[in-house]
């Protein structure tokens, strides 16, 4: 388990949520799409000081053409309210968890993300073909439960109607989620230890910086 250094009495010193103080602030310019690749850092702290970070290939032209932000709650907390699952395994591996698929059909986890991940043109059209594509895989393999494979569809089914919406070319990954590091670059996208200030300081990647491994 991992504790989150964010604030408050006990925290190590640090706070993640530093970034979003009034107090300080911090500027960024991102290269191509959807934020997800950071060439340069600007913190300006309480104290007026500033510094500056750039990873390691960013040119001045690029710095100067760049889309730049001052960072705010949603540049991390960016799926509120509508999360859409960035992996599609992610969301299985929960259906499983939870017993709405069940661990005891054969080959449960790579069919769900084969049938939800495929392309379909519309969300009624995923829907009938995750049912029948369940079914029909099943209807091959003997012994399957037929109650667990009802139950498997309609949970497939309900996965894919919260995250993929193809009329609005919405799917898995569409949007990153940037509150952590497992599923996407999220706090690495500036916390890789190669943003790097003139002093050669680095915007820190340590493991410890932002999270603290806890004995149960
Ligand atoms: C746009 C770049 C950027 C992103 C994205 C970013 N940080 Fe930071 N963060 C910084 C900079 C710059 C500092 C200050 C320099 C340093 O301490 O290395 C900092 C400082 C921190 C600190 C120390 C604050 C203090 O109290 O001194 C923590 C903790 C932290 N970040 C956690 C995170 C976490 C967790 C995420 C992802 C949810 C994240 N950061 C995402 C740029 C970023
Ligand atoms: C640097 C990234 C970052 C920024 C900026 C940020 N947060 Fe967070 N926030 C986190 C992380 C990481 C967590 C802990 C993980 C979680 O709860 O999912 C968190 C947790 C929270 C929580 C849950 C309560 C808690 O302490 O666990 C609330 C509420 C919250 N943030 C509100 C905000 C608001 C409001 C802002 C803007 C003023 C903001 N956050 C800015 C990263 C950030
Ligand atoms: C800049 C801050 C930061 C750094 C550096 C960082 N992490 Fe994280 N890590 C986070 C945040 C924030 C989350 C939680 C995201 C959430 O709960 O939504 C997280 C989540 C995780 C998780 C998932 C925990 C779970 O229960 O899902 C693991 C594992 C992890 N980090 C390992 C590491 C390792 C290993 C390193 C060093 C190589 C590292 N982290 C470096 C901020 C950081």
Redesign the pocket.
């Known amino acids: 388990m991992l504790k ?2 964010m ?1 408050g009495p006990s925290s190590e ?4 949520h ?2 979003a103080d009034p107090a300080n602030r ?1 500027e ?1 310019v991102t290269a191509g799409e959807n934020r997800q690749t ?1 060439i340069y ?1 600007k ?1 300006t702290d309480a104290k007026g000081q500033v ?1 500056e ?1 750039r990873a390691d290939n960013a040119t001045d032209q690029a710095i100067r053409s760049g889309a730049r932000r001052t ?1 705010d709650c949603v ?2 907390h960016n799926t509120v309210g509508h999360p859409i699952s960035p992996t599609a395994e992610r969301m299985v591996d929960r259906a499983i968890a939870a017993g709405e698929v069940s661990a005891k059909l054969p080959f449960a986890r790579r069919e769900g993300v084969r049938l939800i991940t495929a392309s379909y043109a519309s969300q009624d059209d995923a829907v009938n073909a995750i049912d029948r594509g369940v079914r029909d895989f099943y209807a091959k393999q003997p012994g399957a439960d037929a109650q667990a494979v009802a139950r498997a569809a309609t949970a497939l089914q309900d996965v894919y109607r919260r995250n993929v919406f193809p009329s609005m070319k919405v799917t898995w990954s569409s949007y990153p989620e ?4 497992i599923t996407s670059p ?2 690495t ?3 890789d230890d190669a ?1 790097k200030a003139k002093d050669g ?4 990647g340590d493991c410890e ?2 999270h603290k491994e806890i004995q149960k």
Not at 13 to 16: D, E, K, L, V
Not at 178 to 181: D, P, R, S, V
């Open positions: 989150m250094h604030g010193g640090r706070s993640i530093w970034h911090i960024y950071i850092v913190a510094k970070y960072m540049d991390c940037n509150k952590g590091h999220g706090c996208r500036c916390h943003h300081s680095a915007i820190n910086y932002c």
